[in-house]
């Protein structure tokens, strides 16, 4: 795939701000899951790099397993329809089950998979989010990292196009056609 034409553009969030903030999830967590086991669900690809900071800083026997989802659109605004791309390996009746999320945008793909994972049983059901975007509803996300402006940013996990995901702080992506941004 070809890089996006486009530019990283100002640091939204630095690498020692995130650490910083994983590692205040991760002791909220810990004390808010004390004597049990929770399962990290994380979204792929997006929160692959933050679930891994995060389990790390959680003081407990974690589990993890991953999901991956994909949404049909044609611009980076979700179309609201969601697709299971892989599901988890495991039976997550009776766990109590953490949804770890790169970015919550419309919405949409955290209300499809609360859904879905709901109808499965689990004992508890709460979402982490890395990023929220101003003006989404929150109310569903118990653990938020940073609330972010409307722009379309990359790094720490986030891509545009499969690309940046490895950059070690969040930037603004500033395409060089503002109308060519991918879906
Ligand atoms: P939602 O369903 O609209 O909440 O979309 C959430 C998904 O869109 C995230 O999991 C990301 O994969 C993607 N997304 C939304 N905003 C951004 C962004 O600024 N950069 C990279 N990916 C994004
Ligand atoms: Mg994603």
């Known amino acids: 795939m070809t890089v996006p034409e486009g530019n990283i553009g100002r640091v939204l969030v630095g690498s020692a701000e995130l650490a910083t903030r994983v590692r205040e999830l991760g002791a909220q967590i810990t004390e808010d899951y004390a ?18 900071d995060l389990a790390r800083e959680i003081r407990l026997p974690v589990e993890m397993d ?3 989802v994909s949404s ?8 609201g329809v969601v697709r299971i791309v892989k599901d988890l390996d495991v039976d997550i009746a009776g766990r109590d089950v953490l949804l770890v999320e790169d970015i919550v945008d419309s919405g ?12 499965r049983k689990p004992a508890s059901l709460e979402v982490c989010a890395l990023l929220v975007r101003a003006g989404a509803r929150t109310d569903d996300i118990a ?15 986030l891509d545009v196009a499969e690309h940046y995901r490895e950059l070690s702080s969040i930037s603004v992506f500033e395409p060089a056609n503002s109308a060519s941004l991918p879906p």
């Open 35 to 52: 004597g049990r086991s929770p399962l990290l669900v994380g979204v792929l690809k997006g929160a692959f790099v933050f679930m891994s």
């Open 72 to 79: 049909y659109g044609v611009s980076t605004k979700s179309s």
């Open 108 to 119: 949409s793909t955290l209300r499809y998979l609360l859904r879905l994972l709901a109808e």
């Open 66 to 68: 991953f999901m991956a």
């Open 143 to 157: 653990y938020v990292g940073f609330s972010i402006p409307d722009d379309f940013v990359v790094g720490y996990g």
